[in-house]
Each structure stands twice: as structure tokens, then as C-alpha cells.
């Protein structure tokens, strides 16, 4: 049986582009110190999905009222645009998963997707919800656990996230930091179990999907996430996780590898989500690699900033649009979320 394949991608940004001293001013901070948080963080520009004149007094009914609407628009041009590569359309999808983190709704995003879009009337759906920056490999997981057992079937996953609309201010420096690297962007696969075809873009080759690891530390699961603060969602980012991530990841990955009678030098991409600046330096120094190695997760982090769930699929969008990858190449998907998980895949060209 021939393992699920990625047979198009598709990203979306709101139109909003802030270079890091606009997102300084916009965010209403006057400290010096919180300035310079912004401009040392290695990002130049995010998007962000306002619906209008940023406001800073926003209750919580309008924050979420605007991830909604923020994540219906952004989340539909990441399908459109992952189909268009694909040479396919809504009608052919036979299973449609959201991941998100940054609002909730009921009707989830992906039933009002799937009303707004034409979906087939008879599309399976499935919602993960709360996995914030890891999210996307889990859902990535149940995409290609769908292809495996229906492999005449198509899944579609879109990871959306409208941050700014978990915009919260006080004077902790985890809320400082989220306020200065986390955006908005979505981003869409398209699985099949079949040979990749021509497509809108012959030049692009895409993976399989080989094999996933999970390694939770559920010690720290409070360091990482969301919480309802004053009826608004705050980012909670422990200053642990950029020394937890290197020996997370090594622990899901040396699993991973060893089953399949790899080591880390037979791993030509690595696409790893790009948390913050300090968390992939220490990644880098952990796993002793190359400035090379990662530079696409470092060129999506300084043109997005953190977009959470997505971040990682750009990164790969990156490496097969640019990284010019051959048939036998491998790589591995790594994303590390609340949890606290670290979520990797294996991929094969």
C-alpha cells in the first residue's frame, strides 16, 4: 500500500503587514525594554487580522467574534489555494480537520467552512482543538490514518489561528513575549494515497507522510498554552521551554528514527516549528546543526513570526518550493505545544 502523500499545499496571511516597530507602536507599549523585546526577537514582519482599526479595549465577545471571522476568511484562501495546487476542488474532499487554538465556536470552523465552501454534503470532519503550536502534526496524523484505511479517498487539514485575538496585556514578561512574536496565518495540506501528479506546479515535489512520534512531559504541563484571564485568553509561555525543547525533541525523535533503522544523519530536512528565537538556538546547539539546516524554520520566523498551529506547515511549504528536495530525501516535522508534547512525523520524497 503506498503510504499517504502531500499532494498540495496552500497558505494565507490576513492583508495587515506590520514590520516589528509597527507591531510595537500598534500594541499601545511605551518601555524601552519591552521595544527592544520586540526588535531583538529575529522577526522583520507579521500579519495580523484586525477587521478594521486596531483596538486595544476589545472585550472578549468581540476578540472571539473576530477569530471567527478572521478564521473563516484566512482559513477558506489556505484551502482555495491548497486545492489550486492540487488541480482540485472542494467537491473531491472526502475528510476535512481543523486544528485551532485562539477562539472556540459551535459550529466548529470546519462545519462552517464546509457550508460556506461547498464541501460535499457527505464530507467527514473532524476538530482538534487546544494543541496550540503543535497541533498541526496530530492533525496531520489523523489526515493520513484517514488515507491509510481509505486509500481511493482524499483528506484536506487546515491549521488556522487569529493570535492577536488572544491579545492581553499586563506586565509579565511571558505576556510581553507573546505579544511580540505570535501572528496570524493559516496554512492547508491536501493527502492522497496515489503518485503525485503534475498539478499547478510541476516543480514541486511532495513528501509522504512515513510514521509519527508523541513524547508528552505532562510535569510541565502548565508551561506552555492558553488561559482565561478576566474572560479574554493570555498566552502562557514558561521561560522553561527553551531549555525543555532539545532533550523533548530528542526523545521523540531518537523513537521515531530507530524504528525505521535511521540516525540523524540520514535526515536531509528538518522542519521544525519555529517557537522563538531562543528556542531554535537552543534546538540548534542541542542537535548540533547546521545554520543551514535551519534556515527555513529561521526565514519563516523573521517573514511570519509565530503563527502557532500553521508555523510549521510553512516551513515545509519552504523546503519543497525551495529546498529543492529529491526523491529519497527524508525529513522530519517537528512542533513542540501545550501538553507538554512534542509532535514529530517522519516524511520520505
Not at 48 to 60: A, D, K, L, Q, V
Not at 70 to 90: D, F, H, P, Q, W
Not at 133 to 147: E, K, M, S, W, Y
Not at 179 to 188: L, Q, R, Y
Amino acid at each position: 500500500m503506498n503510504s499517504p502523500r502531500i499532494l498540495g499545499i496552500g497558505t494565507a496571511n490576513p492583508p495587515i503587514r506590520l514590520t516589528q516597530k509597527q507591531s510595537f507602536h500598534a500594541a499601545g507599549y511605551q518601555s524601552e525594554r519591552i521595544r527592544k523585546i520586540f526588535l531583538n526577537s529575529d522577526i522583520e514582519y507579521r500579519h495580523f487580522y484586525f477587521g478594521g482599526t486596531p483596538n486595544r479595549e476589545e472585550t472578549s465577545d468581540q476578540m472571539n467574534e473576530r477569530y471567527l471571522s478572521g478564521a473563516m476568511k484566512t482559513g477558506c484562501r489556505a484551502i482555495l489555494n491548497c486545492l489550486e495546487s492540487a488541480r482540485t476542488s472542494v467537491k473531491d474532499v472526502d475528510f476535512l480537520a481543523v486544528c485551532s487554538c485562539t477562539g472556540y465556536v459551535c459550529p466548529d470552523v470546519g462545519s462552517r467552512l464546509i457550508a460556506h465552501m461547498g464541501f460535499s454534503k457527505n464530507v467527514q470532519r473532524a476538530s482538534i482543538v487546544g494543541l496550540g503550536c503543535a497541533g498541526a502534526v496530530p492533525t496531520l496524523q489523523r489526515a493520513a490514518d484517514f488515507v491509510r484505511a481509505n486509500s481511493c479517498r482524499l483528506a484536506l487539514i487546515l491549521a488556522v489561528e487569529i493570535c492577536s485575538a488572544c491579545y492581553y496585556v499586563d506586565n509579565t514578561l511571558e505576556t510581553v513575549i507573546g505579544n511580540a512574536i505570535c501572528a496570524d496565518g493559516a496554512a492547508a495540506f491536501l493527502l492522497g494515497a496515489g503518485e503525485q501528479t503534475a498539478g499547478a506546479y510541476p516543480q514541486v515535489l511532495y513528501p509522504e507522510i512515513i510514521d509519527f512520534e508523541t513524547f508528552l512531559d505532562t510535569e510541565q504541563i502548565e508551561e506552555v498554552g492558553l488561559q482565561h484571564r478576566n474572560g479574554k485568553l493570555r498566552i502562557v509561555l514558561g521561560a522553561s521551554i527553551q531549555h525543555l525543547a532539545g532533550p523533548m525533541i530528542e526523545t521523540a525523535l531518537q523513537q521515531l528514527v530507530r524504528r525505521h533503522g535511521l540516525v540523524q544523519s540520514d535526515i536531509r530536512f528538518w522542519v521544525v516549528h519555529p517557537g522563538g528565537r531562543k528556542v531554535i538556538d537552543n534546538g540548534q546547539k542541542h542537535f548540533g546543526m547546521t545554520d543551514g539546516e535551519l534556515r527555513f524554520s529561521r526565514l519563516v520566523l523573521r517573514n511570519y513570526g509565530n503563527m502557532s498551529s500553521p508555523t510549521v506547515m510553512f516551513v515545509l511549504d519552504e523546503i519543497v518550493r525551495n529546498g529543492d528536495p529529491r526523491p529519497g530525501d527524508r525529513g522530519v516535522m517537528i512542533a513542540l505545544g501545550p501538553g507538554m508534547a512534542t509532535e514529530v512525523a517522519l516524511l520520505r520524497w
